[in-house]
Each structure stands twice: as C-alpha cells, then as structure tokens.
C-alpha cells in the first residue's frame, strides 16, 4: 500500500525559509512532486523530481525553492526560500509512475498524495 506523509508546515513571515519534507512508503521508482492548493483556486505544480534527479519547478517559484530526495530513506524535500505572501497554501506530496512525454507538474497525472501540511506566510 502506498502512503506518503508530509510535514515540515507552518508559518513564517515573508522574506523567511520553510523546509517540507515527504516520507514515502510502498512505493520507490516514481515521479516525485509537490504541489499546493488555496481555497477556490485549482492545484498547482510546484516542483517535481525524476527517478534520475532531473528537477522541474513551476516559473512562480523557480530559483527560490528547491525539490529534494533521500533514496535510502525515500523521502522528499522542498526548500522554500524567499517566501512570499502568495506562497501561503495547503502544500502536498505526491508521486506517480514516470511516463516520458507527460507534464512532469501535472496535478491530474499524479495518482498518490500526501493529507497536506499547511504553509502560511505573513507579511
């Protein structure tokens, strides 16, 4: 059975870091992400990691957070530096089988997740 569970969440004013991690059970070649979601907006695709270590990161947080992973401990990781108000959301992981072509920060494609953890960010 696989099961992921986050945590790592909280809150930090603007400007400050945020560590996520991701432990994973039951499952080990897959596509790793993190994806978030606020209230009445759709899920987005944050960062996501390959069975090889290539990393996507959507343009909104590109060259301030940075996706992670442990093989022997199968975990991943997001490093969130220079937050910013509008990185305030319920943050998940989650995983799927690695399929080339497919949109590496798809929301839809992904067929395991984590219950979330909550990121808030204050000015």
């Known amino acids: 059975q696989v099961r992921l569970v986050e945590s790592g969440g909280g809150s930090v004013q603007a400007g400050g870091s945020l560590r996520l991690s991701c432990a994973v059970f039951?499952?080990?070649?897959?596509?790793g992400g993190w994806l978030r979601k606020a209230p009445g907006k759709e899920r987005e695709g944050v960062a996501s990691i390959s069975v090889a270590g290539t990393t996507t990161y959507a343009d909104t947080v590109k060259g301030r957070f940075t996706i992670s992973k442990d093989n022997a401990k199968n975990t991943l990781n997001l490093r969130m530096n220079f937050m910013k108000q509008e990185d305030t959301d319920m943050y998940y992981c989650?995983?799927?089988?690695?399929?080339?072509?497919?949109?590496?920060?798809?929301?839809?494609?992904?067929?395991?997740w984590g219950q979330g953890t909550q990121v808030t960010v204050s000015s």
């Open positions: 989650a995983a799927r089988t690695p399929r080339r072509g497919w949109p590496p920060l798809s929301p839809g494609d992904y067929a395991y």
């Open positions: 039951g499952y080990r070649a897959y596509l």
